[in-house]
């Protein structure tokens, strides 16, 4: 036997599964509580989605060394395969050298100064969605921010205004397929096939979603303009050879964005608001670094680097608040840590469980930006902080993402003062992600001096 053999084994079975549903029940009942206790039985461990195995990383260093390799060793897997069929083969569902040459594609859509033009344009959403608040008004801000997210994407997606219907059906289809996501990841495919209610509303969304950005596209290739946007970005791509992207693949494209650009900000833009607003001290810091660095102007892309505590409230946000599961699946048999993966399992990595580690994160349920003052923030481990994940596949977005949730913060912060509007606190609601279950809150005007 030799050494690596000898030190190497099997991951442990997390206990409490039953016969046949596996860890489903937990799982799908209580994940949020279910998934950061797997961490106590060892740094990977198996979990049952049924009869099928699925391997969970728990540790900074088994998660860095499953993501890190990226394309190498992993494929996407299973939750990715549940959104094939509902997004095409655009670059959040392919792997490999597709997912390779996709990426290179993308990457001059996310230039800073294509980022400075989408901040401005999350600036004049913000602003239009204020324009319409009362002070003492109480209002859903889950609701409101979504819809801000969405209004943010779709004109960063596409200019033109008119497309009003587009964008509702996107919001409808996107709604639909991130809450059902969880269940249909667990459950065997055969079970989308059953015509439910459920199953029966979610194709009609995703058929009507899907004409809308096709006909969009379609718009698009006649006019031939540049409009500035994502999707004359998306067309004026050109492959090594000269060739430009099939419509196909621009409406995956779309498609794509839509899914993983509206949702994740939307949320943690309702979180960021709710923790400022129930916290007289943190909404105090950050009133008066706004009310400094900006002195009353609208912020803009430039001025992010300046509004310091706000950068630390959004890092905290996106630690505590922050995806659940993602997915891979080994190519070959994988050594990860101590610990031996065979060839073709499915691997889950957790930011969620990771950012409520108290190993990494003391006191994990304590909402503190400073944590993430120079001199803390060295003592977090590589590989505990991953809310847009490392490596290969790590989020495109991410630049866009924080941008969004600090300039619109800014944009609000500097009119209003937002307070929670009820006792009852917020629950976190598991879908792909950690949405806030009702965030009703009541705005104020904000006075010269308050
Ligand atoms: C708070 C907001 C966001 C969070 C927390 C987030 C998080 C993530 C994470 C964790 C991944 C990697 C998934 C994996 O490991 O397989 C990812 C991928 C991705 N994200 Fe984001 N994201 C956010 C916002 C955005 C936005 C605004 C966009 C687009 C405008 C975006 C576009 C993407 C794309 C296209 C991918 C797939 C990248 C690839 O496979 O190469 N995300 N995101």
Not at 19 to 25: E, I, Q
Not at 52 to 75: F, W
Request: proline share 7%.
């Amino acid at each position: 036997m030799d050494l690596i053999e000898a030190t190497s084994h099997r991951p442990p079975d997390v206990p409490g599964a039953w016969p046949l549903l596996g860890h489903l029940v937990p799982v799908l009942r209580r994940p949020l509580e279910f998934l950061p206790a797997v961490a106590g039985f060892g740094d990977v461990v198996k979990v049952r989605f049924g009869r099928l195995p699925v391997y969970v990383v728990t540790h900074p260093d088994t998660v860095r060394a499953v993501l890190v390799p990226g394309d190498l060793d992993y494929t996407r897997g299973r939750i990715f395969d549940k959104l094939e069929p509902a997004l095409g083969r655009g670059i959040a569902t392919v792997s490999g050298a597709e997912h390779r040459r996709q990426r290179r594609n993308l990457q001059p859509v996310f230039t800073r100064e294509r980022l400075a033009g989408y901040a401005g344009i999350m600036r004049a959403v913000a602003e239009e969605t204020t324009a319409s608040w009362r002070d003492g008004q109480t209002l859903a801000m889950d609701e409101v921010m979504n819809d801000l997210a969405l209004a943010a994407l779709t004109r960063s997606l596409f200019r033109l205004t008119a497309h009003q219907d587009t964008a509702e059906a996107i919001k409808r289809g996107m709604r639909l397929l991130t809450r059902g996501l969880l269940l249909r990841t667990v459950l065997p495919t055969a079970w989308e096939r059953v015509p439910t209610p459920g199953n029966l509303r979610f194709r009609r969304a995703m058929a009507r979603m899907h004409r809308a950005v096709g006909d969009l596209v379609a718009a698009y290739r006649d006019s031939g303009r540049d409009r500035g946007d994502v999707l004359s970005a998306l067309l004026a791509i050109r492959e090594e050879d000269g060739t430009g992207l099939s419509d196909e693949e621009v409406h995956a494209q779309v498609m794509t964005l839509a899914l993983t650009g509206i949702e994740a900000p939307g949320a943690a833009l309702g979180w960021v608001l709710h923790e400022i607003g129930r916290d007289p001290e943190v909404a105090g810091r950050v009133h008066a670094e706004i009310d400094t660095v900006l002195g009353g102007r609208a912020p803009g892309f430039d001025d992010l680097p300046a509004l310091e505590y706000l950068g630390r409230v959004v890092s905290e946000v996106l630690r505590l608040r922050t995806p659940l599961v993602f997915m891979r699946r080994t190519l070959t048999e994988v050594r990860v840590g101590r610990s031996v993966i065979p060839a073709h399992a499915e691997v889950v990595y957790s930011p969620y469980l990771l950012h409520h580690d108290a190993r990494w994160f003391p006191d994990p349920l304590r909402f503190d930006p400073d944590r993430w003052l120079p001199g803390n923030v060295e003592r977090i481990p590589k590989g505990a902080y991953v809310p847009f994940a490392a490596g290969a596949y790590q989020c495109i977005g991410k630049l866009f993402a924080v941008t969004e949730l600090t300039l619109v913060t800014a944009v609000v912060c500097a009119r209003w003062r937002l307070r929670p509007a009820g006792h009852a606190p917020v629950r976190e609601l598991a879908t792909a992600l950690v949405r806030p279950h009702r965030l009703p809150m009541t705005v104020h005007a904000r006075t010269a001096r308050g």
